[in-house]
């Protein structure tokens, strides 16, 4: 069955680039201009995800983001963000809210589709072991150690204990943005004692690691909002 995804939209330009997109792509796109018509669209048939725009007329993307993630019936549903340029300085405010992701006006139909699919397919589970993979790199949890495929193979990841850490949330949370903060909390633990930029420094070392296998593209910085770890390396 085809996908349905809530575009939830007041600007009739974007709203109809995205549903002619979203058909391209195979989905089913509904379309509401405001949160009250979202909330109708939802309470007809909840969509398997929600493109939001941040400047709604009335309640913000912002503020339905945060209702949504809090009612049953949406939790578990993706949302990804329409932001404009320049409104970088919010985005860590969105993923507070429980936003997976962005994408930023202008965005292309390729881009866009990239993103939805790339969010679909996500999957938070790694085995009881621990063990998990993410398109060419895969950790075992039991022995504790990350393996890159090649075709030679696969090639043992050198790696450091925080970086391992940090892959392996990366890898059983793929394709959606974290702030620093929230990756202190779930890699760090929240201590106090650590600041924000040790985060990027992790991250810096966690690229070097993976730069000999080509993958470093995998760990994506998204302006003004965090980090992404996607399957599809940026290149
Ligand atoms: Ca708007």
């Known amino acids: 069955m085809q996908k349905r995804i809530l575009i939830v939209e007041d600007e009739p330009a974007i709203r109809d680039m995205v549903a002619f997109a979203l058909r391209k792509g195979d989905y089913d796109p509904i379309h509401a201009g405001d949160a009250r018509e979202a909330q109708s669209a939802i309470a007809d048939r909840v969509p398997d995800l929600i493109l939001l725009d941040w400047m709604?007329?009335?309640?913000?993307?912002?503020?339905?983001?945060?209702?949504?993630?809090?009612?049953?019936?949406?939790?578990?549903?993706?949302?990804?963000m329409l932001t404009a340029r320049g409104e970088e300085n919010d985005r860590v405010g969105g993923l507070e809210a429980g936003v997976d992701d962005y994408v930023v006006k202008p965005f292309s139909a390729?881009?866009?589709?990239?993103?939805?699919?790339?969010?679909?397919?996500?999957?938070r589970e790694d085995d009881e072991d621990g063990s998990v993979g993410v398109g060419s790199l895969r950790i075992d949890g039991a022995a504790h150690r990350v393996f890159?495929?090649?075709?030679?193979?696969?090639?043992?990841?050198?790696?450091?204990?925080?970086?391992?850490?940090?892959?392996?949330?990366?890898?059983?949370?793929?394709?959606?943005?974290y702030s620093r903060t929230q990756l202190l909390d779930h890699v760090w633990g929240g201590s106090v004692y650590v600041e924000e930029r040790t985060v990027?420094?992790?991250?810096?070392?966690?690229?070097?690691t993976l730069e000999p296998h080509l993958l470093d593209g995998m760990v994506q910085t998204v302006r003004g909002a965090g980090y992404r770890f996607s399957a599809s390396p940026e290149v």
Not at 149 to 177: C, K, W
Not at 200 to 208: C, E
Request: glycine share 6%; proline share 6%; aromatic share 6%.
């Open 148 to 177: 890159a495929n090649a075709e030679s193979g696969d090639q043992p990841v050198q790696i450091g204990p925080t970086e391992y850490r940090l892959l392996h949330f990366f890898m059983t949370h793929p394709e959606r943005v």
């Open 56 to 80: 709604l007329p009335g309640t913000s993307g912002l503020e339905l983001a945060r209702r949504w993630r809090k009612e049953s019936l949406t939790r578990e549903v993706p949302i990804i």
């Open 200 to 208: 990027d420094v992790h991250i810096r070392r966690l690229r070097k």
């Open 110 to 123: 390729r881009e866009l589709l990239a993103r939805i699919r790339a969010v679909l397919r996500r999957s």
